[in-house]
């Protein structure tokens, strides 16, 4: 399993519904606690004042963390994604 650093940033579409966006949001949460379950979502933090989510994701490969994995989450389609995979450093203290 590799791991991935996943910047996301959430962009709203103007005009959207606010029922929507709370919808989707409580559909979010849902769906990160199973993908954490399944041991895919590792870590997750927000940018303080920022609409922008760093987190660290455990896939097989990049297509299946955007496709299968990020691709389930109710604000993808409303999200753009940074992703870079990271390989482990000698020197990590864990």
């Known amino acids: 399993m590799n791991e991935f650093l996943v910047e996301l940033t959430i962009n709203v579409p103007e005009g959207t519904d606010p ?47 955007r496709e299968k994995l990020l691709g389930s989450l109710p604000l993808w389609p409303w999200v753009s994604a940074v992703i870079t995979a990271l390989q482990p450093h000698p020197n990590d203290p864990s």
């Open 19 to 65: 029922a929507e966006v709370d919808r989707r949001r409580a559909a979010e949460a849902v769906r990160a606690k199973e993908l954490a379950a399944e041991g895919h979502l590792f870590r997750l933090w927000r940018q303080a004042g920022e609409p922008r989510v760093i987190s660290v994701w455990r896939a097989d490969d990049e297509a299946e963390l």
